[in-house]
């Protein structure tokens, strides 16, 4: 059996004055977790948001199970299954939480699917989003996408704002996700977190990859990682 693939291939995403990212490759799988790290301001945002079509890209390709998606619209690829999770935890407050994941599960089924991987939400299913912890709305941010039947996951620095004590215990559900066959796209600021979780690493400093490789290696040759944030 083949696995499907998230791909870009020599991709270029210009803002303003210039190229932000530039000629970036990289090879996303179900069912694995790929890590995208580097400095602030290296453009891992800029990479995300061209894969899901906030930001267009000026140059290379997106594919997406071997078919070029550089055309469709960002509603056009969440339909196809890539679903973007943005900084900041956008629940919307004055819905429940129930609310909140019917607005992407298309059928009782699926809602209740992402329910049974969030056992701490099925306690809170009728309270209004603007009630719960800072963890647990990023749970419902999580579970919203979930039920939303992703093929990929790509997820932009999940931990913002949040106690480490909350978000070491929301990360492990990432893997579970990725178990379930779902190949993620981790933008983390917290690199030693992300790349536990990940199979593969990238690193991007001013918009250019400067490693690529296995995630294991990169946690434990800090050196190596130090190195590729500098420019490589
Ligand atoms: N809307 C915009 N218009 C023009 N330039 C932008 C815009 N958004 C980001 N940039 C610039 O693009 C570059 C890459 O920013 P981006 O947010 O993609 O990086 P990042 O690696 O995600 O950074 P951080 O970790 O700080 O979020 C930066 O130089 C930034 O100033």
Redesign the pocket.
């Known amino acids: 059996m083949t696995t499907e693939t998230l791909e870009l291939d020599a991709v270029t ?1 210009s ?3 210039g190229p ?2 530039s000629d970036v490759s990289l090879t996303v799988r179900a069912g694995e977790v790929l890590a995208l790290v ?12 061209s894969i899901s079509g906030v ?1 267009p890209h000026s140059g290379g390709t997106i594919r997406l199970g071997g078919e070029p998606i550089d055309k469709l619209s960002r509603v056009a690829r969440a339909r196809r299954g890539i679903v973007h999770i943005e ?1 900041g935890r956008a629940v919307f407050p004055s819905l429940t939480v129930r609310e909140n994941l019917s607005l992407t599960a298309s059928s009782p089924a699926d809602l209740d699917d992402a329910l049974a991987r969030f056992p701490e939400l099925e306690k809170r299913i009728d309270s209004p989003a603007a009630l719960l912890s800072g963890g647990e709305q990023q749970m419902v941010v999580l579970a919203r996408a979930f039920a939303a039947k992703p093929r990929f996951l790509l997820i ?2 999940m931990s913002l704002g949040l106690a480490p004590v909350v978000f070491t215990r929301l990360f492990p559900i990432v893997g579970t996700l990725a178990d379930s066959g779902v190949g993620v796209l981790l ?1 983390e ?1 917290f690199t030693g977190l992300a790349l536990g979780l990940a199979k593969e690493a990238i690193v ?1 400093a001013s ?1 250019r990859v400067t490693f690529q490789g296995d995630a294991d290696r990169l946690r434990e040759e800090p050196q190596l990682l130090h190195r590729a944030y500098l420019g490589g």
């Open positions: 995403v803002r303003g004055a932000v990212i580097g400095p602030n301001g290296a453009g891992k945002t800029s990479l995300i948001e930001t900084q932009d620095e933008v600021q991007v918009g």
